[in-house]
């Protein structure tokens, strides 16, 4: 079994800016396949309401195959964040959490889209719901895991 890969408050920090643009990609490639999703449903109810009609069937392969690729590319967006160690929570919120060594225990430092900086965490039980302010406990040197 892997050990889970650890931040201080300052590395997460460091951080931010590369995984908010990488959030960004898989929110925003998340709504373009929705929006094509949504466009395809439309397409489905005119012709069944209908009861038939022409239908552009290539540019309707192409509109499915642009879907396809704005899935694989917020796809490959979270999983470069868990090459990381980032953990995604929620997209459509834009929540991730950064686990981080607490007295001896892994706790989650949680940031999301939009904040200026990890200024919560949280337990792994508590969740978004238990986020406490950071405190200075976070600024000491860090503690090792025992082996």
Known sequence: MSETKTFTLAEAQNLLPVVESLLQRAIDAKQEAQVIEREMQDLHQKIFLAGGMQV???AAARRRAEQTAALRRAQDAVNELDAIGVQVKDLDKGLLDFPCMLDGEVVLLCWKLGEPEIAHWHTL????????????????PRKQRPN
């Open 56 to 58: 552009d069937v290539i």
């Open 125 to 140: 039980e508590a969740g978004f719901q238990g986020r406490q302010p950071i405190d200075e406990r976070f600024q000491r």
